[in-house]
């Protein structure tokens, strides 16, 4: 693989959109909630990951986006 920015070998891809991206050219996001679930008494629980490679190009959405079609 190859950094999306420079042509360099890529050291990860972005959490967010796939990018590949290399030492120079990657940044951090902490944290990011990678999946929700309920627990025993329907407790909601989430699944959080710290310091996931980001490639500053891509724009997540800081919110929840509604999807009311899928239910």
């Known amino acids: ?3 999306h920015e ?4 890529a ?3 972005c959490k967010f ?12 996001v902490t944290p990011i ?8 008494q329907n407790t909601p629980k989430a699944v959080v990951v710290s310091n996931v490679l ?4 891509c724009q997540p959405q800081p919110e929840p986006i509604e999807i009311p079609e899928f239910f």
């Open 1 to 3: 693989m190859i950094c």
């Open 54 to 57: 980001w490639c500053g190009k």
């Open 17 to 28: 959109c796939g990018r590949a991206v290399c030492k120079d050219h990657y940044t951090t």
């Open 11 to 13: 050291i990860g891809i």
């Open 33 to 40: 909630v990678l999946a929700m679930y309920l627990g025993r």
């Open 6 to 9: 420079c042509g360099a070998p």
